[in-house]
């Protein structure tokens, strides 16, 4: 299994966002994350297309844009053509999750599924043939810096022997609260992509990185 640390814009300094994306690309870095908010799924409100359409000449790592939107096949599209590589939704955010997934193959792009801390695994059983990649939230989404859920880690476990038994590829990326204390617990549970905002942004990015990136299993 390839392991990956995402690192999350959200608590980049957008004040010299270029510079801190650039950090975590010359780390090495293979995937960024990237979290809208509208208001109204999550209480807070980020960024959306143009900052994104603004960044894609930047690298050409994977940008895997997690949308915590209402009715997010109203910017599929528009992500898509802003430079998105995956697109992630919400299940509990869509009416017609199959049909929004389909949506987001046909512009190219891979899947991602999201499941808030307390949404049970079973709104998957009829969509993994259609899922890339499933986004364990171990927080309540809306703000960086929250401290991770510790029931999660038996959902990932869980979710790891569903994949397993059914054979499939799909990646398992967990969101919220990962840091050096905690990203061990999240590995041996099963994960493999590991979202990552304010262990990494902040003062000393290169270094933070480094650090937490040391703790990915080699193989
Ligand atoms: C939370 C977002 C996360 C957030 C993670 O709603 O989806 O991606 O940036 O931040 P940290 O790593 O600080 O918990
Ligand atoms: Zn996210």
Partial sequence: MEYYLAPSILSADFSHLG??????????AKILHFDVMDGLFVPSISFGMPVLKSIRPLTDMFYDVHLM?????????????????????????CVHLDRVLDQ?????????VALNPATPLHVLDYVY??????????????????KLIPAVLDKIAKLRGILD???????????????????????????????A????????????Y???EALLPTE
């Fill in 19 to 28: 510079d801190d994306i650039r950090a975590v690309k010359e780390c090495g």
């Fill in 69 to 93: 939107i209402r009715d997010p096949e109203r910017y599929i599209d528009a992500f898509a053509d802003a430079g998105a590589d995956g697109i992630t939704v919400h299940a509990e955010a």
């Fill in 104 to 112: 987001i193959h046909d512009r190219g792009l891979k899947t991602g």
């Fill in 129 to 146: 043939d259609k899922t890339d990649m499933i986004l364990l939230m171990s927080v309540n989404p809306g703000f960086g810096g929250q």
């Fill in 165 to 195: 038994e059914k054979g499939l590829p799909a990646w398992i990326e967990v969101d919220g609260g990962i840091n050096a204390k905690t990203i061990g617990s999240v590995i041996d549970a099963g994960a493999n992509v590991f979202v």
């Fill in 197 to 208: 905002g304010s262990a990494v942004f902040g003062t000393g990015i290169e270094t933070r």
């Fill in 210 to 212: 480094r650090e937490l």
